[in-house]
């Protein structure tokens, strides 16, 4: 190679070096100016341990995420009992009283006071109960609902194609609506056969408000005026439907305190209430709140304290019973606890 051309790129290669080397030397210089930052506002930003730092530490922890208010409390547990069904998924409470749980290893109805009647549909696992307008059983088996009659006999079964997993169901004197949590719709169905009529709480009905699941918690209930509640934790609220799929109303928004919901996402179980007013719960700050029909707070049903020092411990599910009581399913203990109105609020 002549000498000339051999220079060239010696000059070449030099000036490709320097500006590697000056974008090196950048990038070095704004993580160590990074590093000197957060160590500055770090020592800034600790507890003061003068006489008033502990003063604000402990006015803190008084007030810290899990700590609520006793005039807030709104209810009071009075009864708890120990279930039979391996895995918790959910529970239901007849017009009678009669108190039904599912799991894991099938579906266990209780007396209203906790005692076992009788256990069936065993080794299979029960994802969801509810209601129907004539106080039969209503549950979901992975891709199936059945309606099971006071004796616990099969009178129905549906199924359908376009289901994926379902984890709740509900049925009106018309029409059967499931809660499909891995295509994230709400399907209603004809009662007779289980045939799809519409798909409710996609992006291509309302894109804005569409249902987000990022777990496996997708809950759907009637409220009092014949509409349907859905759980939407992805985006931290409640959708409102009509029967006819359409998008009423919403409500919720993300927060740690009372007033909003917390975490990831929540609210990961509902439930209505015949005064109009839906009760919500919460994993992360496991809570149970009380909330008007537009999403005010009203009150806490069960405050965190309730279900003990286990962080992963939450109401699973939860529901109104005939007698005004709130009958919550806890996670981790397995047990149904119940609650009533202090007797202070009682109207």
Not at 34 to 47: I, R
Not at 71 to 80: P, Q
Not at 186 to 198: V, Y
Not at 239 to 266: A, Q
Request: aromatic share 8%; net charge neutral; proline share 4%.
């Amino acid at each position: 190679m002549p000498d000339t051309q051999q220079d060239e790129t010696l000059n070449a290669s030099k000036k490709g070096f320097q500006w590697e080397g000056f974008l090196m030397g950048a990038t070095i210089s704004l993580i160590v100016a990074g590093g000197l930052y957060f160590l500055f506002t770090s020592n800034h930003n600790q507890p003061s341990t003068s006489s008033e730092g502990v003063k604000n530490a402990k006015r803190y922890n008084e007030g810290s995420l899990h700590h609520v208010a006793d005039d807030l409390i709104k209810y009071e547990a009075i009864n708890s009992f120990s279930t039979h069904v391996g895995g918790v998924w959910a529970l239901a409470v007849n017009p009678k009283g009669s108190i039904f749980v599912c799991g894991k290893k099938g579906i266990a109805q209780y007396s209203n006071s906790g005692g076992l009647v009788k256990k069936f549909t065993e080794g299979e696992a029960v994802r969801s109960l509810s209601i129907s307008p004539k106080g039969d059983l209503v549950a979901c088996l992975d891709t199936e609902v059945r309606l099971y009659n006071s004796n616990a006999k099969v009178e129905e079964k549906w199924q359908n194609p376009d289901w994926g997993k379902l984890t709740s169901a509900i049925i009106t004197t018309e029409f059967l609506f499931v809660a499909d949590r891995n295509n994230r719709a709400i399907w209603k169905c004809a009662l007779n056969d289980g045939h799809t009529i519409k798909s409710i709480g996609t992006p291509e009905t309302d894109k804005a408000n569409s249902l987000v699941m990022p777990g496996p918690y997708m809950k759907i209930a009637l409220d009092s005026q014949g509409q349907i509640i859905a759980n939407n934790p992805g985006r931290h609220q409640v959708n409102i439907y009509s029967l006819d799929g359409n998008l009423k109303s919403v409500f919720g928004f993300p927060s740690f305190k009372h007033t909003g919901f917390c975490g990831c996402c929540n609210p990961m179980a509902l439930a209505t209430l015949k005064s109009g007013q839906v009760i919500t719960a919460e994993k992360g700050i496991a809570r149970v709140k009380l909330l008007s029909t537009t999403g005010e707070l009203e009150g806490i049903v069960a405050a965190p304290k309730d279900f003990g020092k286990n962080k992963h411990a939450f109401a699973i599910d939860l529901v109104e019973g005939p007698d005004g009581k709130i009958y919550i399913l806890d996670n981790i203990s397995q047990e149904v606890r119940i609650y009533q109105k202090k007797e202070k609020d009682h109207v």
